[in-house]
């Protein structure tokens, strides 16, 4: 049975106040700096999602972990595999950094991450960060940063997972992590899925239209400690996505695939840390009609690749003071259609710094980019955290950020515009973090400034800069109790978006309330999620708001097999987050998971 059930919680410090086997030692990540700290030094908003949270609440995919993070707003086109935007504090989709294991996610052929490339069963843990930190990772880390880390610590351990569920859907999944030798870890993992999916935009469809999704992933994770120093890793990636959808009236299908390959050498003492990363993925993409019977040898595809290679080193002075100096390099090109291949480049150096002063810590970072289409851009980040107690802290910060035209933005056949300008931001947050015996909360208020954001100009959709400043500001409490038995993870969100015309920013909600209730009762798991979404502009319409419940169970049979359920949108609520796409109905999905 899970002996953390939410054990990091879904809200900074909510497990360290519940759990007393858990103490901020043992609770670090690694994405605020991109080196390993605690918690509790990190000096901005954090959660941390645990395999085991992935697993109690039966999340089906990415969108349904992110839709219940502190400060996001998630649309969806439709159903699984669809197209999917998230906004963190008001923030462009595009605004937020995702990234794989510490690498950059390849953006999808619109610009955006594929959400749908990430199998479920190969994610051990999530750490997202919130506020500016293009100071530390450059462009595209406006709003935020979210990290998906596959690799894993864990003791050895396969798993065989199976479920079905509605709409004719079906998943399976292989996890295992072996010990080769005292010092070679091997992991594998693959999984397949399919749905049959539902018409998922049906003012346009024929009225019998399904648009389904299917799914085939690999990956294998090869990582070598050559002694307590030094160790490498090795890691290819494979997935393979055809998914179904609406062209306004012709239903039509798109066939994705995409390699990766990512490797590594880390080398570490008890003062100095080095790491360098290297990372090559090449994607294509095919859309067709449905009806061709030719499929993929119709058309030619949308061809994405990019390169990466980061080396990072910090050395601790004393107990009190560290330093990081680092080097980024990432290629990129793309290609489709009635379009010859364009490229783009970015050279990047970045150094961070820490100090400890008594009840006080000060953090400052600093970047210069310099970006073969749109010149240097220098970033930086400041943020002091106030111990007032062993209860209490008060944490500030302000930093600049830059946002460098994707290449689909600029040279798209049907939307791209040559003339876009960067987008450039400078943010403040202040935050108050409580952990006290009952009850661990938090408060974040920040604010946002954007010169020159990216949209869409009306009629034409061709993308443009809207000329002046663009804002947001906003403020987020969270909190994390047990009463009775129940243990709550819950915030509440007020949003303020204003774009340089003086219009709220599109799909995303004034205010939101999110709440998760965990419960163990004898062999059983429970958990029960709770969504509140306010109402929403979208281009010509308001989206209605909406209160969405999901509830899930997980049954120990034995130790080594437990059987899943979950009732997704429990009282089979109606509505949309993007306009013309319904969500889906009530649907209900049973997963068996053997261990050995």
Known sequence: MSKKLLATALLPFAALAQDPSITNEEVTVVTANRVEQAISDVLAPITVITRDDIELTQAQSLTDVFRMLPGVDVAVNGGRGQTASIFIRGANSNQALILIDGVAMLTANTGSPDFNQIPMNSIERIEFIRGPRAAVYGSEAIAGVINIITQSSSEPITTLSAGFGSDASYKSSLYSQLNLTDKTKLKVTAAYETTDGYNVNPSYADKDDEHGFKSQNYSVMLKHQFSDSLSIFVQPRYYQNTVGYDGYGTKKEAWIENIAFDGGITYRNETFYSELKLGTTFEDKYDYLASESDKRHSTSPAVREQQTASWLNQYAFSDTYTAALGFDWKDENYQKPGLDKKEKSNKAVFTTMSTNISMITLEGSARV???????????????????????????????????????????????????????????????????????????????????????????????????????????????????????????????????????????????????????????????????????????????????????????????????????????????????GYPAPERGYYINATYEF
């Open 369 to 579: 980019d310099d970006n073969s289409q749109f010149g240097t851009h220098t970033t930086w980040g400041l943020a002091a955290g106030l111990q007032l107690n062993p209860q209490w802290k008060v944490i500030a910060s302000s930093g600049t950020s830059f946002k460098a035209p994707s290449l689909y933005q600029i040279y798209d056949v049907n939307y791209g515009n040559a003339a876009l300008k960067p987008e450039e931001s400078i943010s403040y947050d202040i935050g108050l973090e409580s952990r006290l015996e009952l009850v661990t909360w938090s408060m974040n208020a920040y604010y946002r400034d954007v010169e020159n954001l990216i949209d869409s100009a009306p009629v034409t959709y061709q993308f443009i800069n809207l000329d002046g400043h663009s804002k947001m500001k906003g403020a987020e409490l969270e909190a994390s109790f047990d009463l009775f038995m129940v243990r709550n993870q819950a915030s509440l969100e007020y949003l303020d978006t204003e774009d340089a015309n003086g219009n709220e920013l599109l799909r995303r909600a004034k205010y939101k309330a999110k709440w998760q209730g965990s419960i163990t009762t004898g062999l059983i798991d429970w958990s029960l999620q709770y969504l509140y979404q306010g109402e929403r502009e979208d281009y010509s319409t308001t989206l209605a708001s909406y209160s969405l419940w999901n509830l899930s169970a997980v049954y120990y049979v034995i130790p080594e097999l437990k059987l899943a359920a979950k009732v997704e949108n429990l009282f089979d609520k109606e509505y949309e987050t993007a306009d």
